[in-house]
């Protein structure tokens, strides 16, 4: 899905190289990622707006990964983000972007795996 150039290379990279990080930590990292259109409130009501580009391709407004980290017990934890698919500064904490499964769940209207 496309993103925004200075998204992919700048804060969505600084993510993907954490998730590779928790490689060291965990003996299991598996990872969901998907694009996601999510609507933004301006007069009391809901909108869906995205760019489109090239034929027809739609530019997603937010990006989801979730992860679910296997310890070498067996122990599994999950973390889920929700990104905007913007420019985002670098010392931006990560944690501002944690929600839960439920929510992208929801949102993309998926059915993750445990």
Do not use: C, M, S
């Not at 150039?5 to 998730?19: D, Q, T």
């Not at 997603?60 to 929700?82: C, M, Q, S, W």
């Not at 769940?105 to 998926?110: I, R, V």
Request: glycine share 6%.
């Amino acid at each position: 899905a496309p993103q925004n150039r200075h998204f992919n290379g700048g804060y969505w990279a600084k993510l993907e190289k954490h998730v590779r990080d928790l490689t060291a930590e965990y003996q299991n990292v598996y990872v969901i990622t998907g694009p996601l259109y999510l609507p933004y409130k301006k007069d009391g009501k809901q909108y869906v707006t995205y760019q489109v580009i090239g034929n027809q391709v739609a530019v997603p407004t937010h990006f989801f990964k979730v992860l679910t980290l296997e310890d070498r017990a067996g122990n599994k934890k999950r973390r889920a983000y929700i990104l905007p698919n913007q420019d985002i500064p670098l010392d931006t904490p990560l944690d501002q972007f944690r929600t839960t499964v439920i929510k992208v769940e929801k949102a993309a209207g998926l059915i993750l795996p445990k």
